[in-house]
């Protein structure tokens, strides 16, 4: 499967613990995005890497959330001291970008229950 | 800042017909528009993509119409079939920066 790749599929964790996401782009994209989707919604933005540069993060990025790409390969979004207001879908996507606009492709997601 | 707005959260139409989903922008900055298609418990799957340099893009059953003016965009969906039910979700990129709507849930029915 040369899609993308996320884990855990779902995870349920208690409120104040963290978690850490992983996202495996597809092997010659060279960006890769987060997003946060909540139910009725469309998928939000949160940050996105050219390569291994965080590039552009959103105000819905508080403090509590760090997300790194060291290789420029996998990506990781790690979520500190976990709120209910958390729970969400997780979504990564990537791209290849060589110029022009160009689609993401995104992974099945990594549901967060905070409870 | 809601840039990408569906303003239909469902659209239901009957199989063999035409499927107009609708979406509006407000970033006249946004160059490349995209509609995504999502099935419960997946990630949402590209579907069809235009240029702001384009007023139309045809792939198979699916077409979409940008009109700048107006920052307006439809995906016509015909015939519809059963499987095109799922949540479409409209998205406008500029510089690969992608913005999406709160999506509007197709339902075909036979």
């Known amino acids: 499967d040369t899609g993308v790749s996320q884990n855990p599929r779902h995870k349920i964790t208690k409120r104040g613990q963290n978690v850490t996401f992983r996202c495996d782009p597809i092997s010659e994209h060279n960006r890769l995005y987060w997003y946060r989707q909540t139910l009725g919604q469309g998928p939000e933005f949160l940050t996105y890497f050219q390569n291994e540069a965080q590039l552009e993060k959103s105000r819905l990025l508080s403090d509590r959330f760090s997300a790194e790409r060291p290789k420029g390969s996998f990506s990781t979004l790690e979520i500190q001291r976990t709120e209910q207001g958390d729970s969400a879908m997780y979504l990564c996507?990537?791209?290849?970008?060589?110029?022009?606009?160009?689609?993401?492709?995104f992974g099945q997601g990594t549901r967060l229950t905070v409870v | 800042d809601q840039q990408v707005k569906q303003n239909s959260p469902s659209l239901s139409v009957q199989e063999g017909r035409i499927s107009i989903l609708n979406c509006d922008y407000t970033n006249s900055m946004f160059d490349y528009f995209l509609w995504y298609k999502k099935y419960p418990a997946e990630g949402p799957t590209f579907l069809i993509s235009?240029?702001?340099?384009?007023d139309k893009n045809e792939d198979g059953r699916f077409t979409v119409f940008l009109n700048k003016s107006a920052k307006h965009l439809s995906l016509h969906i015909v015939p519809s079939q059963p499987g095109d039910s799922a949540v479409y979700f409209c998205?406008?990129?500029?510089?690969?920066?992608?913005?999406f709507g709160a999506g509007t849930r197709l339902t075909v029915k036979p």
């Open positions: 996507a990537s791209s290849l970008v060589t110029g022009g606009n160009t689609e993401a492709f």
């Open positions: 998205a406008a990129s500029v510089i690969n920066d992608m913005r």
């Open positions: 235009i240029s702001s340099i384009k």
